[in-house]
């Protein structure tokens, strides 16, 4: 359960959630006051916790990146010269019979 101080006397006060955004009363000084929507416990996320979470997401893509890379190329050069059915390119064939178009 949130606790709140009292508007009034600064007292520490449970309130739960549900009388979030309703009018209460303080039980040490009786004073009326209005519970804030959003209690305290649901507002704050201290800064270590968002840059863990910064951290945590930078971590989440960079995996995400390299299973990829390694999904979608095999690993070899794309600059190869030999075609997926096994065959030689033009310019390897040519290579390969000692001739050269210069």
Excluded at 17 to 44: W, Y
Excluded at 65 to 78: E, K, M, P, R
Aim: glycine share 4%; with cysteine; hydrophobic share 35%.
């Amino acid at each position: 359960m949130p606790q709140i101080n009292c508007p009034h006397c600064q007292a520490a006060l449970q309130i739960p959630e549900e009388h979030a955004g309703q009018t209460a009363s303080c039980k040490f000084c009786n004073e009326m006051f209005r519970v804030p929507s959003i209690l305290p416990d649901e507002q704050h996320i201290s800064p270590q916790k968002q840059r863990l979470a910064q951290i945590g997401v930078v971590i989440i893509a960079a995996i995400i990146a390299a299973v990829a890379f390694f999904l979608f190329t095999d690993g070899t050069n794309s600059r190869s010269t030999t075609s997926t059915d096994g065959s030689s390119s033009p310019q390897n064939q040519l290579q390969e019979n000692g001739s050269s178009s210069k």
